[in-house]
């Protein structure tokens, strides 16, 4: 069983640019957490997804900042328009949840964005 | 609104010994997880442990053993034997539940390395 799987492992974008971040759950896991890690600092909750829904966002910056977990296909963080200040790692995690294991998230490999 | 905190932001220990990082946490509720990840070079998050709020007995895991004091709401974790393999960033968390969004609220780590 594959673990959660982020992509690209490493992005550079230039100030301005759009920078899109993958993360495929782990199999038969439905639940979705996108966390921020600036240098030197812990993680910090983003935003949590379900199959279509956004369970909760409060997160996530109100602006240049969405996500989405369609039915089919990986979840995608977007940051448009980017800034020196959204460098960082970014971590997916997702759950199996209804399954008496809601009290563990599995980690990807993060996401290192760079922004030029 | 809750909180961890990590108040040891570098520790060392020498192979073989034992060492231990605190952890305190501030939450009004009576119904939570407690966790522990270890967070090496590679960047992967690894759980270590994690201590349900309700259970009264200590989590441990082979070398790994945390310290729940729920009154004085501290989790602290205590490394035995340690290997040069520990050397990594070690965050706390804590998890409210069941609370419908399952997100985790990270410290900001403590750095330990294991000195040879």
């Known amino acids: 069983n594959a673990g959660v799987m982020q992509n690209p492992r490493h992005l550079v974008r230039r100030r301005g640019q759009e920078a899109r971040l993958r993360c495929s759950p782990m199999?038969?896991?439905?639940?979705v957490y996108w966390y921020r890690q600036l240098p030197e600092e812990g993680l910090k909750f983003m935003v949590y997804?379900?199959?279509?829904?956004?369970?909760?966002e409060s997160g996530m910056p109100k602006e240049r900042f969405s996500a989405e977990f369609p039915k089919e296909g990986p979840s995608i963080l977007r940051i448009q328009q980017v800034v020196r200040g959204d460098s960082a790692a970014y971590f997916c995690?997702?759950?199996?949840?209804?399954?008496?294991?809601?009290?563990?998230?599995?980690f990807g490999p993060g996401t290192r964005l760079t922004v030029l | 609104a809750q909180t961890v905190t990590q108040s040891q932001p570098e520790m060392s220990v020498q192979e073989a010994e034992t060492v231990t990082l605190s952890c305190t946490y501030d939450?009004?509720?009576?119904?939570?997880?407690l966790f522990w990840y270890k967070q090496p070079p590679s960047r992967q998050m690894i759980l270590v442990i994690r201590q349900e709020a309700y259970k009264q007995q200590n989590a441990t895991e082979n070398r790994f053993s945390v310290n729940f004091q729920k009154a004085a709401k501290s989790f602290s974790l205590k490394i035995s034997d340690s290997q040069l393999g520990d050397t990594a960033m070690y965050f706390c968390a804590f998890m409210k539940a069941p609370s419908g969004t399952y997100k985790y609220i990270f410290g900001t780590g403590t750095r330990l390395k294991v000195l040879a």
């Open positions: 199999k038969g896991h439905s639940h």
């Open positions: 997804l379900q199959k279509e829904n956004i369970i909760d």
């Open positions: 939450t009004s509720e009576n119904n939570y997880y």
């Open positions: 995690a997702s759950s199996p949840l209804n399954s008496g294991l809601e009290d563990e998230q599995f």
